[in-house]
């Protein structure tokens, strides 16, 4: 299968934004948290119902947080889940490295999390209990993502090269990505593509992105939903090998998101590109890409740093090893730098940023354990 790097590319040359801040949009420094001394490595917003918009999560160390942001600039702490169970893998504490909001079939809001034991916990946020735990990764967990189309479905990606396809309402495993075609390295990044259903995208440490067609597998994915007897003896499917094969960046990839169609994507070079890619349906494995913009990120030469965006998809959020936050009108041509965001006593690493569903909010959580809030001044009201 034929790896596509940039020179294969239709189109003129990529547009790239410039490092002057447009002032378009103005946010100030309203608050800080600090949880403890374990890194937070992941922090997100829930945009799946509507009475939970200001609700967001953090993970840190092996403890889930999840908070609301108040009007007046403040944080209200709403329930935390430390996992104690030590009783599958002793003497090895879990360390949590993303999360997820997902729900289940009668609208419930569930929280997926996950990190270095390769376990995924569902906790239900409105019992405040554990509600399900997944095994069968064989090792470390980097990035959990739900499918906004069917927010019982949610992809896993490991360090065991793989990237699994599961079912928060009855626990099966339906999809295994990997194979022939699979990643060759740690999978450090997934997404499931906005509009159509049966498409992923998935990135890592072997310098790819792969994009992933369910297709042909998808009544698979309805049996899981009416499936009885024990997860264990759900026929799981590989799906081995990817639709397209993109070399976009020279080192690995840590962040991969849908833009539409288009990609946006991100390794340790100080930029993110968005890039379209162009897929034969009837050919597997064959078409090209065409790199469109990018928008670069000083100091962000560092791995396992990820970006977000707001809702629509209009503000692009990401932070670097400074601690110093970015935020790009995603969908201007040039990109336009909205805002350099910054707080004087923010040093360490930003490892994820969140951006609220209207971007009005803009969250960070840090290599220090802690996390930092801005809000735009004069949010124009709905």
């Not at 040093?347 to 735009?376: H, P």
Request: proline share 5%.
């Amino acid at each position: 299968m034929a790896k596509l790097g940039p020179g294969q590319g239709l189109g003129c040359e990529a547009a790239v934004g410039s490092l002057a801040p447009s002032r378009k949009r103005e946010y100030k420094a309203c608050n800080k948290l600090t949880e403890g001394k374990r890194p937070l490595y992941a922090i997100g917003f829930n945009f799946l119902d509507v009475r939970y918009y200001e609700v967001f999560a953090t993970v840190g160390g092996n403890r889930v947080t999840t908070y609301s942001c108040l009007k007046d600039g403040n944080f209200a702490i709403l329930q935390a889940y430390v996992d104690e169970d030590v009783c599958i893998l002793p003497q090895k504490d879990e360390s949590f490295y993303t999360l997820s909001w997902a729900c289940d079939l009668d609208g419930t809001p569930l929280l997926v999390a996950a990190g270095s034991n390769g376990i995924i916990r569902v906790i239900n946020c409105a019992t405040e209990k554990l509600l399900k735990t997944f095994v069968g990764h064989g090792d470390s967990i980097n990035e959990i993502r739900t499918q906004a189309l069917k927010p019982s479905l949610i992809i896993s990606a490991s360090k065991d090269e793989s990237v699994r396809l599961w079912n928060v309402h009855t626990g099966i495993c339906i999809l295994i990505f990997a194979g022939a075609g699979g990643h060759r390295n740690e999978v450090l990044s997934v997404d499931f593509h906005p509009s159509d259903i049966y498409r992923i995208a998935s990135c890592g440490m072997d310098n790819t992105v792969k994009i992933w067609s369910m297709k042909e597998f998808w009544p698979y994915v309805e049996q899981s939903f009416t499936w009885t007897d024990l997860p264990s003896k759900f026929p799981t499917k590989y799906v081995q090998f990817p639709v397209l094969v993109a070399v976009v960046h020279s080192n690995y990839v840590d962040c991969t998101r849908w833009l539409g169609d288009f990609i946006l994507s991100k390794s340790v070079d100080n930029e993110i590109v968005l890039w379209e890619p162009k897929t034969k349906e009837q050919s597997p494995g064959e078409g090209s890409i065409d790199i469109l913009q990018k928008y670069p990120v000083p100091e962000c030469d560092i791995w396992f740093i990820k970006f977000s965006c707001d809702f629509h998809f209009n503000q692009l959020a990401i932070g670097n090893r400074e601690g110093k936050v970015y935020v790009w009108e995603v969908q201007s041509s040039p990109p336009v730098l909205t805002a350099r965001l910054t707080n004087p006593q923010c040093k360490s690493a930003i490892r994820q940023t969140a951006v609220s569903f209207d971007g009005s909010t803009i969250l960070a959580c840090s290599e220090d354990g802690s996390i930092w809030r801005w809000d735009e001044v004069d949010h124009p009201k709905a």
